[in-house]
C-alpha cells in the first residue's frame, strides 16, 4: 500500500507533534527594559528621514501612507551624494557621542559608582585565585617528596 503508515510512524510524528506545541506554550519572558536607560541614538538615515517627512507632509498633505514616505526617504537617501549625507552624519555623530556619555552616567549609576575600578580585575574573586595559587604550590611540593 502506497502512502499507508504504519502505528509506530504514526506515534512518532504523533509524539514530536506533542513536543513542538509544548515548547511554544512554554515561552520565555524578556527581562523588563530599564526606563532610565538612555536610548540609542539615531543614525544618519534616521536624522534626514526626520527632516523629510516634515518635508514630504508639506508637498504632500493628503498622503496619510507611511510606507509612502518611507520609500521616497530612501529613494533620496541612495541618490544623494556623500557631501549631501555629510550634515546628517555629523549630527548623528554629535547624537552619539551624547548618548556614549549618557550611557556612561547611567552605568556609573547602576553600579553605586565604583568608576569601574572591577574592570580591571578578572571574573574570579580573589579567594579563588589564591585557591588555585594554593594548590599548584601544593603539587609542586607532592612531586618533590616523591
Avoid: C, I
Wanted: charged fraction near 45%.
Amino acid at each position: 500500500m502506497k502512502g499507508a503508515r504504519s502505528k509506530a510512524d504514526s506515534k512518532k510524528t504523533d509524539s514530536k507533534l506533542k513536543t513542538k506545541s509544548a515548547a511554544a506554550g512554554k515561552r520565555t519572558k524578556k527581562a523588563a527594559k530599564d526606563p532610565n536607560k538612555p536610548k540609542r541614538p539615531a543614525s544618519a538615515f534616521f536624522v534626514f528621514m526626520e527632516e523629510f517627512r516634515k518635508q514630504y507632509k508639506e508637498e504632500h498633505p493628503d498622503n496619510k501612507s507611511v510606507s509612502a514616505v518611507g520609500k521616497a526617504g530612501g529613494a533620496k537617501w541612495k541618490s544623494m551624494s556623500a557631501a549631501e549625507k555629510a550634515p546628517y552624519a555629523e549630527k548623528a555623530e554629535k547624537r552619539k557621542t551624547e548618548y556614549t556619555k549618557n550611557l556612561k552616567a547611567y552605568n556609573m549609576k547602576l553600579a553605586g559608582g565604583n568608576n569601574g575600578a572591577d574592570e580591571d580585575e578578572s571574573d574570579k574573586s580573589k579567594s579563588e585565585v589564591n585557591d588555585e595559587e594554593d594548590e599548584e604550590a601544593g603539587s609542586g611540593e607532592e612531586e618533590e617528596d616523591d
